[in-house]
């Protein structure tokens, strides 16, 4: 075993880990920073991003707007003084990254170029054709290569946070390349670990989005925030769940039902325009409406029987068609790409067929707007973390945005605070990663002849949470979910697996990764069911009335010895008094 | 239609076994399926212990690069239906160290991608109050094609002259070098020229142009390389001509 | 610590995928070029006497030199050709923001190429 000490030292090689490491190494040259990932960095799921990032930066925008479109978009769950950090420091970090490399798409003229996206009233989301994410990702690790005091661990899987003296001091991972277990030392941690899609059976989430971060933070004693809403994107491919982006929309796409009606207009998102209108698409209306809003209105054409029916679901069709080769070539190319690659597709000529898909956790560990936690030395930024400034619902592009502006900011105040505690003693790092070393080889590398096994207790966890926490929920279905995952997790319990050996042992990650599945179920569902109205992304058939009164509150699940506790905790309005959300009205 | 085919699949388990060996897999695979969907079928229902790398199955993290009948592929983007041999072989990609089964060590390029300096380099720093470097469609077009490398590694897996000496700085840091260069705002073309001109830099290329082929992103890293070894050559030739006015 | 495994390229590797094959021949066939100089050598080195030119001329029109000038020329203008082919990747032209079809490059310099041939082979016959 060898021990490693850091000042900072960062979970996750994403969007917002990298944020947070280049902001620590250029601006704090002598604070040592450690990143640690489970893949290479720019394997990160930010790569897959693909509409754009927001920020204000057209003469006609304003601040104000953007925070208002971002407020009402998240049903007023959102804490409104974060969100006025997000769109001040937006238009700073995204030309942070052009001044670093970032391709960005540009007017004729060389100056940044904007397009429309959901829920947004005007043009300001920054992109770079349709691989915004890709290009966010590799300009920020390649511009981290720059700096050699970013100490990185690649493949590395954080099995816990050592916790002493009532504060976060390390990490104990496993190289899985060797599939020993070290000790990681650190005076503040930052987790950016992303979200948790894949607890879904159906999703636009890569293979590793298993919540890993989340369930670090939930084990040690850190709630987890607002985890009932979980957003469905509208626009997924069947079969894959490969996502089509929103910019699709944005340049003009419409949404089809088999009937040929632009069915949304049924879902008080406002009247169509003709796609030849000049003033087609029409901001906050129609195909330009929120996610949530979006996704819900398929769930209603599917139960009304006019959704087309495929051997992988029902769908409806997205139209590009009128927007021409050429310009599809030039803003979206990659949903071309796509399309042809795994529907077989040609979207020039033909409408896509798409569905709804599991696509981000607006809810995470619970933090304030510095990313801090209520653990002393620990913080998180991006997806797994929730600030909160997606409430019960995200907009589209503001969470490229979240990553950056919350990464760089989590690690300034990481830094103050690292200076502030004596680093970790080498006894506690060892005792911690030995112990570590002892559970696993107690439980899961333990062969006790059971049949269990990771992708059956997995398989199970997605159908269940599916069933109970989709799009629409009621409050019977939740508890049979409820109960169905405290099942599963007595079989994690006894789960050993077949694979004992130590060199990169795939099945043991995928182990790893199914106990942090399970936590951050577990917290979806009884958010889930506590939560006994309707916002946003979560909609209660038996409860289908928002509840300001009650439930304009944030919730907070503990984890307990069996189920979670779930308490709540204000939402910090600011200057916009929650009121009705309005799309397409004029 | 679900149909039957078998999966050769290369197979080493260091710490039980000194050889790798090839291990059979019947599988009955839809038309949709890519050669990733099979080999994730097998580890979720036939064999946990094969292991590979995988994580967003739409072609853009790079991460599930295999050989397959013998050609490197991405294999979230290789469909089972087009190919009609009686069994297809899965082995990793060739050139690297392989650590256990499909899973190769690709740290040789970790430590090779960062003397490129594949980053903006400017004589100044901007401030960011004076807002973006303008940048037209037209000059961002000249480095677009070289900025879309996944790091997957295909083209060192195909390029032999990497295969025989991996000194070489090889295919997708060159064309990260000749990305950066390209780019109207970049000024680091001298600063990167000592590790690209350098003896295993751009002059080992011999144009076999593999690397090019078998790109799944279509970035082109073999004209990349000839257009770094025209432009530093040119640069040579006019600092012989007119000294000190070199880039 | 894990052992890794290494496989070097065996010395066959050439053989192994026909494209690898297609770029050794192109590499020997510039063995063929070179080859030619020594008969150019002799040329110059003859070209000193009547007696010893009208060995070389001799020669020339001797069968072996056809047949090897016919192997040559067709080794050198495949050789040429790979170079032809290869103009594209190094000359990218652009029109603002699309680039000039690489087809037309390779084209152009084929012409090219073919009409400087032509030329040459002009003014040495006639």
């Known amino acids: ?586 | 239609m679900p149909e039957q085919t078998v999966l050769e699949v290369y197979r080493y388990l260091p710490d039980e076994e000194t050889e790798p060996r090839f291990q059979s897999y019947e599988i009955t695979y839809r038309d949709s399926w890519v050669v990733l969907d099979a080999l994730d079928h097998i580890k979720t229902e036939i064999d946990p212990t094969l292991s590979f790398r995988w994580s967003c199955r739409m072609g853009v993290c790079g991460s599930c690069g295999m050989t397959v009948n013998g050609e490197p592929k991405l294999t979230c983007e290789t469909f089972i239906r087009d190919y009609n041999t009686e069994t297809i072989k899965i082995e990793p990609l060739a050139h690297f160290p392989v650590i256990r089964d499909l899973v190769i060590n690709m740290q040789d390029f970790m430590e090779k991608l960062p003397t490129v300096s594949p980053w903006l380099i400017t004589d100044e720093d901007k401030p960011l109050e004076a807002g973006e470097y303008l940048q037209t469609p037209a000059q961002m077009a000249r480095y677009k094609r070289f900025s879309m490398c996944i790091n997957c590694m295909l083209c060192y897996s195909a390029c032999p002259v990497y295969g025989l000496n991996s000194l070489f700085t090889g295919p997708a840091a060159l064309a990260l070098a000749e990305r950066y260069n390209l780019d109207s705002r970049d000024e680091g073309t001298q600063e990167r020229s000592d590790v690209v001109t350098a003896h295993d830099g751009i002059w080992r290329c011999t144009y076999v142009g593999e690397c090019t082929k078998v790109c799944p992103k279509d970035v082109d890293p073999a004209g990349a390389i000839q257009m770094l070894k025209l432009s530093y050559a040119l640069d040579w030739a006019k600092s012989l001509v007119l000294p000190g006015r070199g880039r | 610590m894990s052992r890794e495994l290494t496989h070097p390229l065996p010395r066959s590797w050439w053989l192994k995928r026909p494209p690898y094959f297609r770029f050794m021949m192109r590499e020997l066939t510039s063995v063929a070029v070179f080859a030619y100089t020594p008969l150019l050598i002799w040329a110059l080195w003859s070209a000193a006497d009547a007696a010893s030119f009208s060995v070389f001329y001799e020669f020339l029109r001797g069968p072996l030199s056809v047949w090897l000038h016919v192997v040559v020329l067709v080794l050198a203008v495949y050789h040429t050709g790979t170079w032809i082919a290869l103009t594209p990747s190094v000359l990218v032209l652009w029109r603002n923001d699309e680039q000039v079809d690489p087809n037309l490059i390779t084209g152009t310099t084929a012409m090219l190429f073919l009409s400087v041939s032509v030329g040459v082979v002009w003014l040495v016959l006639v």
Not at chain 1, 114 to 134: C, H
Not at chain 1, 388 to 406: D, H, K, P
Not at chain 1, 510 to 524: D, K, Q, R, S, V
Not at chain 1, 544 to 570: C, M, N, Q, V
């Open chain 1, 1 to 586: 075993m060898e021990t490693f000490q850091h000042d900072v030292l960062i979970v996750g090689g994403g969007g917002a880990g990298l944020r947070a490491a280049i902001a620590i190494a250029r601006d704090h040259p002598d604070v040592g920073v450690g990143v640690i990932s489970k893949v290479y960095p720019m394997r990160s799921h930010t790569v897959a991003a693909e509409g754009g990032a927001a920020a204000v930066i057209s003469p006609t925008d304003s601040l104000d707007d953007h925070a208002y479109d971002t407020i009402s978009g998240s049903d007023w769950l959102a804490d409104q003084d974060a969100v006025e950090i997000l769109v001040e420091n937006a238009s700073k970090e995204l030309l942070q990254l052009e001044h670093w490399g970032c391709p960005w798409s540009r007017e004729p003229d060389g100056r940044i170029s904007v397009r429309p996206f959901g829920g947004m009233k005007l043009e300001r989301t920054w992109y770079a054709a349709d691989k915004t994410g890709f290009h966010l990702l590799h300009t920020l690790f390649q511009t981290s290569l720059k700096y050699d005091a970013i100490n990185r661990y690649d493949e590395w899987f954080v099995t816990s946070l050592i916790v002493a003296d009532g504060r976060c001091q390390g990490v104990t991972a496993i190289e899985i390349r060797t599939g020993e277990m070290h000790p990681i030392g650190a005076r503040s941690v930052i987790l950016c670990t992303g979200g948790a899609g894949r607890v879904y059976p159906f999703t636009t989430n890569g293979n590793i989005k298993t919540g890993d971060g989340m369930a670090l933070a939930y084990r040690a004693g850190v709630p987890l925030k607002d985890m009932e809403f979980v957003q469905y994107h509208p626009t997924g491919l069947p079969g894959t769940g490969i996502l089509i982006t929103e910019a699709a929309r944005g340049e003009g796409g419409i949404l089809v039902n088999k009937e040929g009606r632009r069915y949304l207009q049924n879902y008080d998102l406002g009247q169509p325009l003709d796609i030849n209108d000049p003033n087609h698409p029409q901001k906050q209306t129609m195909e330009l409406g929120p996610r949530d809003r979006l996704s819900q209105a398929f769930i209603k054409e599917r139960e009304a029987g006019r959704t087309f029916e495929g051997p992988d679901g029902d769908y409806v069709h997205l139209d590009i068609r009128h927007l021409g080769e050429r310009e599809i070539d030039r803003k979206i190319p990659m949903v071309r790409e796509l399309a042809v690659r795994y529907v077989g597709i040609d979207p020039v000529h033909k409408p896509i067929p798409v569905r709804t898909v599991v696509h981000y956790m607006m809810g995470g560990i619970d933090t304030d707007t510095n990313g801090a936690t209520s653990l002393p030395g620990l913080f998180a930024a991006g997806e797994c973390a929730c600030v909160s400034v997606n409430g019960a619902n995200r907009l589209g592009s503001n969470s490229l945005t979240e990553i950056l502006v919350f990464g760089a900011r989590a690690a300034s105040v990481a830094v103050d605070q690292a200076g502030q505690v004596p680093p970790p003693s080498n006894q506690l790092l060892t005792t911690s990663a030995r112990s570590q070393e002892m559970k696993l080889k107690a439980t899961l590398l333990h062969p006790n002849g059971g049949s269990d096994t990771v992708s059956g207790i997995r398989t199970a966890l997605q159908e269940t949470l599916e069933e109970g926490a989709g799009i629409f929920r009621d409050g019977a279905t939740l508890e049979r979910t409820c109960a169905s995952i405290a099942q599963l997790q007595d079989r994690y319990e006894k789960l050993s697996l077949v694979d004992t050996s130590r060199t990169f042992n795939t099945d043991l990650v995928a182990a790893l990764e199914l106990g942090a599945m399970l936590e951050i179920g577990e917290a979806i569902a009884h958010s889930a069911l506590a939560r006994t109205e309707s916002r946003g992304s979560h909609q209660r058939t038996d409860h289908p009335d928002r509840d300001d009164d009650g439930f304009l509150r944030h919730s907070l699940a503990f984890r307990g010895e069996g189920d979670p506790t779930i308490e709540y905790k204000e939402v910090t309005v600011t200057r916009w008094p929650p009121s009705e959300r309005v799309y397409g009205r004029a």
